[in-house]
């Protein structure tokens, strides 16, 4: 293993990678993402998210009994 390699193993096991990781590369707020000018393709990606949400809570739910 050379050096750079070591020293980017050490720095993801460092408690703070993450914080500095997501200010590098900033997630989209509350996971939506916005496509401007076509509300046909935005409603159908939310209406999809809605109905994978719902299967994996009841998936989960189930799971649990």
């Keep these: 293993m050379n050096k750079w390699t070591q020293l ?3 720095y993801a ?3 703070s990678y993450l914080d500095d990781l ?3 590369y900033p997630t989209i707020l509350d996971g939506v993402l916005y496509i401007p000018g076509n509300n046909k393709i935005n ?3 939310t209406e999809t998210y809605s109905k994978i949400m719902i299967a994996l809570m009841l998936r989960n739910y189930f799971y649990q009994i």
Aim: hydrophobic letters at 40%.
């Design 8 to 10: 980017s193993i050490e």
């Design 22 to 24: 997501f200010q590098v």
């Design 13 to 15: 096991c460092q408690r």
């Design 43 to 45: 409603e159908a990606i």
